[in-house]
């Protein structure tokens, strides 16, 4: 028998559809006459970028890292990796790192200390969700779409063991 865990909805597609379109304003506002690059965090942001920038309507660069803190497991082991590196140089670059959820903190607080070391111009941080009860290293959020609750949650990229990830609403993963 196979294990089928409930969903309950959080965030609706139209919710998420508003907060992506805020969202691409904003970055559009601070980087009207330059051209930002835009670095993703895979797997999970993958949804939610190619959704922003196809709002965003300025010129930009895209790169994608892959990190890993948690494998399978639905806590954080604590330690980072890097799985993939970047490929575009970021030396006097506008950045703006684009994340599906910033949880602990851990491993966005890796990736911005080892992207500050290659010298960007400016590094701001667009999150889709924030999770700040499981907080354990502080991070500045300078684009936010939706703080959530400290339940795990799945749907539009976010997953649980690479599943869910095809969700079109974004649900509290219950057991």
């Known amino acids: 028998m196979v294990f089928q865990p409930q969903l309950k909805i959080l965030i609706n597609r139209d919710e998420i559809a508003q907060a992506v379109d805020r969202l691409a304003c904003e970055i559009k506002r601070d980087y009207r006459d330059k051209e930002p690059l835009l670095v993703g965090i895979l797997r999970g942001s993958f949804v939610f970028m190619a959704d922003l920038i196809r709002r965003l309507d300025l010129p930009l660069e895209l790169d994608f890292i892959r990190l890993c803190s948690y494998g399978a497991a639905r806590e954080s082991s604590g330690q980072v990796r890097v799985v993939q590196g970047l490929k575009a140089p970021m030396r006097g670059r506008d950045v703006r790192v684009v994340e599906d959820i910033v949880d602990t903190g851990i491993t966005i607080s890796f990736l911005l200390d080892y992207l500050k070391r290659r010298r960007p111009a400016s590094l701001k941080?667009?999150?889709?969700?924030?999770?700040?009860?499981?907080?354990?290293?502080?991070?500045?959020?300078?684009?936010?779409?939706?703080?959530?609750?400290?339940?795990?949650?799945?749907?539009?990229?976010?997953?649980?063991?690479?599943?869910?990830?095809?969700?079109?609403?974004?649900?509290?993963?219950?057991?």
Do not use: M, N
Not at 146 to 171: K, M, N, S, W
């Open 125 to 175: 941080l667009c999150a889709l969700t924030d999770k700040p009860s499981r907080r354990r290293v502080s991070v500045s959020i300078d684009y936010l779409g939706f703080t959530v609750p400290g339940e795990f949650i799945v749907g539009y990229g976010l997953d649980c063991a690479q599943r869910f990830r095809y969700l079109p609403d974004i649900y509290v993963l219950e057991d």
